[in-house]
Nanobody, 114 residues
């Protein structure tokens, strides 16, 4: 099992930036495709971005050009750099493998508001 701890969320004004981190346990982290997901109030959890073990990335259309996913396998950590944040980006953000497993972390809250 991989345990996941997300951090870095907070309150930011529209147009601002945040960098999320996800620390994962487990020695097999480096071979896993990892993803970021988010869940807004009253909505289903949705996929945001993924990064393969080799560093290839894919983004949801809603965040393309604004968000950047990266990973540091030596630190077992995945990052999500979020720029030009919009109110519709407000959600609890989670990381997980891609495709996702049932092992979710606690998530980190991102609030975009003036």
């Amino acid at each position: 099992q991989v345990q996941l701890v997300e951090s870095g969320g907070g309150l930011v004004q529209p147009g601002g930036s945040l960098r999320l981190s996800c620390a994962a346990s487990g020695s097999i982290f480096s071979i896993k495709t990892m993803g970021w997901y988010r869940q807004a109030p009253g909505k289903q959890r949705e996929w945001v971005a993924l990064i393969s073990s080799g560093g290839g990335t894919i983004y949801a259309d809603s965040v393309k050009g604004r968000f950047t996913i990266s990973r540091d396998n030596a630190k077992n950590t995945v990052y999500l750099q979020m720029n030009s944040l919009k109110p519709e980006d407000m959600a609890v953000y989670y990381c997980n493998q891609f495709p996702s497993t049932t092992q979710w972390g606690q998530g980190t809250q991102v609030t975009v508001s003036s």
